[in-house]
């Protein structure tokens, strides 16, 4: 194993004491916690967003932490979803008296413990809502999940949903736009080598030079296929295809498109598959409003990559142009 880490069972709290020491002015870390909040939080009468999970998903989810965006973000050891004591430190911490709401991704440990944060934070007199993203139409279950996982389509989530809760609306209304992104968002991911757990020292999989896993999982769960490595318009054509085919789409149609990478893919390689997605938008009719492309939510040092589409409305338009002064997703 080759890592710049000092001990591998300090990598969280080294990781979290740099971020914060490269935007002393932005963020904070909650004492005694893994807990990334904003420098002013909590904001009197605004509802706080609290998302997180296992680490090593970098940027996401402490990146997506400021202004117009989340207000903590709870980091779990590697690949582990905080405990709900974490997760309740956080909502404590933003609680600015107008309630506070839950982005969960679609793993087991995280909707367990975050809905354990949730009721104990209720039993505190704190108005908690949430909602669980389940983008990733790759699998219905996995060895992480009950249903469909969430993937890179979360950070959509976290942008609109702030600018929401930013611009002053209400729990519910920060709820229902949460709900509105999560039936219009869907993802679809790829891996061409596996990444390595620092703890554990090994990589998770096994790939041979010239396999590649079809729909895998960003904690390298098993996907859908594995087979020969194909050219990035195939790839391409594969993962957005799968998305097109699970949620309908009309000429005329506008959406925002996210080409992720996995930790260790050029942004050469993302660009050539983001050609290949925007061509086969075209020849349907579908509009890209807005295009990103680049890391939003990693899996250590994965090569890979994942597509997202989300269908957009008058609303959704307006809130992704909202302005964020989030480290990792500055607009």
Do not use: W
Request: hydrophobic residues 45%; charged residues 25%.
């Amino acid at each position: 194993m080759k890592k710049i880490i000092n001990d591998p069972n300090l990598v969280v709290q080294d990781m979290l004491a740099g971020m914060v020491a490269a935007f002393p002015n932005d963020l904070k870390v909650v004492p005694n916690t893994t807990v990334v909040a904003r420098k002013d939080a909590p904001v009197s009468n605004k509802v706080g967003l609290v998302s997180g999970g296992g680490s090593g998903h970098e940027p996401a989810h402490a990146g997506y932490v400021g202004q117009g965006m989340l207000d903590a973000a709870v980091a779990g050891e590697v690949f582990t979803s905080p405990t709900p004591d974490q997760v309740y430190e956080a909502i404590k911490a933003v609680d600015g008296g107008a309630g506070v709401f839950l982005v969960i991704k679609n793993y087991t440990g995280d909707v367990m413990n975050f809905e354990m944060a949730a009721e104990m934070a209720a039993a505190e007199g704190i108005n908690v809502e949430q909602v669980v993203v389940n983008d990733d139409v790759a699998v219905e279950d996995s060895s992480f999940t009950t249903g469909r996982r969430g993937i890179a389509g979360t950070v959509f989530v976290h942008k609109i949903a702030g600018a929401k809760a930013e611009a002053g609306g209400s729990l519910e209304e920060v709820k229902a736009v949460a709900e509105k992104v999560v039936a219009n968002v869907r993802s679809m991911g790829m891996a061409l080598s596996p990444c390595t757990v620092p703890a554990a020292g090994e990589p998770s999989f096994v790939l041979a030079d010239n396999e590649m896993e079809v729909g895998m999982g960003i904690h390298g769960e098993p996907g859908i296929a594995r087979k020969e490595i194909a050219t990035a318009d195939e790839i391409a054509q594969e993962l957005t295809q799968k998305v097109l085919d699970d949620i309908e789409f009309n000429s005329g149609d506008e959406v925002a498109v996210m080409v992720n990478g996995l930790g260790s893919t050029p942004e050469m390689e993302l660009f050539i598959v983001n050609k290949k997605v925007h061509a086969m938008l075209a020849d349907r009719g579908i509009k890209v409003y807005k295009t990103f492309v680049g890391e939003y939510m990693t899996s250590l040092e994965m090569a890979g990559c994942s597509v997202s589409l989300l269908k957009l409305d008058e609303e959704l338009k307006e809130l992704l142009d909202a302005e964020s002064k989030a480290p990792a997703f500055r607009s």
